[in-house]
């Protein structure tokens, strides 16, 4: 069968072509890093097998072999190759796409449309995909970046199977540079620990990755680099963190479950992840004092202390001196022992308060202030708890027509040990003091 037609080149100017580009993959079984997509028994690997290849939605980070993956797809099936980037496309590019794969579709031949940052294009544009898909028109493939729960429509993933690309591992990227010299027919100049400095570097982004030793090749150092001399020729990588979108929610979720699970070294490091990013450590504080009562409460009422201590802390003293006291906080919430019993109790009370409807308090505890109240019974029978010898009446102060429930249910841990006592004191005084009573 004949090479299937293909689109236009993503780069128009093949003078100096880029070594990432140089080192795009052939073939699919070229693509590093990708197996649980691409091997003999994974979702692209049978659709390839059966040529039947469904709408896709590519999600995953920056460098991780998208484009690739949708260009060899198209040459696997025999479609044509459409690709369009959503930041330089409007509604008057996709009408002309929509149309030439119409033709093509005339002619025999499939069109694989390849929309690059796909979330970028709003609702409208969006649903403006449907009729194609459903018909047939085109198969879609897009890339993304962001998670597409958020931001793509829910119309448009229902016709879309979302597939999760990796960021690249340390072997990944070894395997990278080792392709890299083997084009290059030399070795980057580099000492073993600088060279896996800039594999850090790289933050599991193949094409940076590639970009970097581009530049060392064409540095011709004198001598290997240590990592030191690396870092001052090649500009260190930001670490991925859009503090307005899905990452945002995904590292203040690590942070506190680490805290839950008192690891106090790996919340201390993605409490640094999410202020090297440019977080708001506002942001951190309130969620590290809603921590406080949600996961440490009773078992250590100094938590919510310590949590608003550091937030005044770092009123005080601003960035990045302030930042100290968050990572004092986070240590303490990290190391403090943990109940989630105020928290359940809370849950427990608003839902009884929920299903009980408005019952009246006892007539006994409520107040009486006027002469009409008293004779209605307002405040009989009450029993004052410090005119007692214990100090505790042992009266019911739940509605008559409720029966008594628990909601606060205490932990053996830290200080609701002593909570325990007190609460199993005085119910033993309150059943002693309901057998008493005539």
């Not at 040529?51 to 072999?65: E, R, V, Y």
């Not at 429509?153 to 990796?166: D, E, I, T």
């Not at 982004?205 to 090649?234: C, H, I, K, S, T």
């Amino acid at each position: 069968m004949a090479a299937p037609e293909s689109g236009p080149s993503l780069f128009a100017n093949q003078g100096d072509v880029p070594l990432a580009e140089q080192l795009r993959p052939k073939k699919l079984e070229d693509v590093i890093g990708q197996d649980h997509l691409l091997a003999n028994d994974a979702p692209l690997a049978r659709m390839v097998v059966a040529k039947k290849l469904a709408s896709l939605i590519l999600w995953g980070p920056p460098g991780t072999g998208k484009t690739s993956i949708a260009r060899l797809l198209a040459e696997a099936t025999n479609m044509y190759f459409a690709p369009l980037s959503a930041v330089f496309s409007g509604v008057a590019d996709l009408r002309k796409a929509f149309e030439a794969a119409r033709a093509r579709r005339e002619q025999g031949q499939r069109t694989l449309l390849f929309v690059d940052e796909i979330h970028r294009f709003n609702r409208a544009q969006q649903d403006g995909f449907l009729p194609y898909v459903e018909d047939g028109t085109v198969v879609l493939v897009g890339a993304t970046t962001e998670n597409p729960s958020f931001a793509l429509n829910g119309a448009l993933l229902s016709r879309a199977s979302v597939l999760v690309l990796h960021r690249l591992d340390d072997a990944a990227l070894e395997s990278l540079l080792a392709k890299a010299e083997a084009v290059r027919e030399r070795p980057l100049a580099l000492t073993p620990e600088a060279r896996a400095a800039l594999r850090a570097m790289a933050d599991g982004d193949g094409r940076y990755l590639l970009n970097m030793a581009e530049q060392v090749f064409e540095l011709q150092p004198e001598g290997q680099l240590d990592p030191a001399r690396l870092a001052n020729l090649l500009q260190r990588r930001a670490p991925l963190y859009d503090k307005g979108q899905e990452e945002h929610y995904n590292l203040i979720s690590a942070l506190h479950k680490s805290m839950r699970g008192s690891d106090c070294d790996a919340a201390l490091y993605w409490l640094a992840r999410m202020l090297v990013g440019g977080e708001d450590p506002l942001y951190i504080m309130r969620r590290v004092a809603r921590f406080a009562v949600e996961d440490i409460g009773m078992a250590d009422p100094n938590a919510l202390l310590q949590a608003m201590a550091a937030k005044e802390l770092y009123d005080f003293l601003g960035s990045p001196e302030g930042e100290i006291g968050l990572m004092q906080a986070v240590v303490y919430m990290a190391t403090a022992p943990k109940s989630n019993a105020v928290y359940m109790a809370e849950k427990g009370a608003k839902r009884a308060a929920r299903e009980q409807g408005s019952l009246m308090p006892p007539m006994h505890i409520l107040n009486a202030p006027t002469k009409l109240m008293k004779n209605l019974g307002y405040s009989d029978g009450y029993a004052y708890d410090h005119d007692t010898a214990e100090g505790f009446s042992g009266q019911n102060y739940f509605p008559d027509a409720m029966d008594r429930r628990q909601f606060y249910k205490p932990k053996e841990r830290g200080f609701e040990r002593e909570v325990i006592k007190r609460l199993e004191y005085w119910q033993k005084l309150r059943e002693k003091k309901q057998t008493e009573s005539p």
